[in-house]
């Protein structure tokens, strides 16, 4: 049995996401996650269904561990993999590789769902991802 890839997209670094050294800012690593994130959100099919049930995931948490400098043009994969639990929360964790192969960050997330209306986070996201129609396979190599 081989092992699941987890979901990716492409980005290109663009020059004015750059530092004084050239180099990719550090607060641009946390947006590449994000648009990791949303994208895999959008892919799985879960967002209208949380939408109807007034349900968003809201970031509690991020850390990033910065391996190789990315700079201008520099074309990069963007990982994103859901990793359920038990209680209120959930990780997501990327990985940001260089088109070559060379790692150049780790991001790993907490999230949680939060109810619209209560301003609370409900119990067991898995669930709701599972009731608002959300493709778990995709989300989670796990699943």
């Known amino acids: 049995m081989t092992e699941r890839e ?50 968003a995931a809201v970031l509690l948490e991020t850390h990033v561990v910065f391996r190789r400098e990315l700079r201008a043009g520099d074309v990069v994969d963007v990982t994103c993999d859901v990793k359920f639990g038990s209680g209120k929360t959930f990780r997501m964790d990327s990985n940001i590789v260089k088109v070559d192969g060379t790692p150049a960050a780790e991001i790993t997330c907490t999230l949680g769902l939060m109810d619209l209306e209560r301003r609370k986070l409900v119990e067991d996201p ?13 989300l989670s190599t796990a699943e």
């Open 6 to 55: 987890p979901f990716r997209t492409r980005i290109k670094v663009r020059h004015y996401e750059l530092d004084t050294l050239g180099h990719l800012n550090h607060a641009v690593y946390h947006s590449y996650g994000e648009v990791a994130r949303l994208e895999l959100l959008e892919a799985a099919g879960g967002l209208a269904g949380f939408t109807a049930e007034k349900l």
């Open 126 to 138: 898995r669930a709701r991802f599972e009731a608002a129609g959300a493709d778990l396979k995709l």
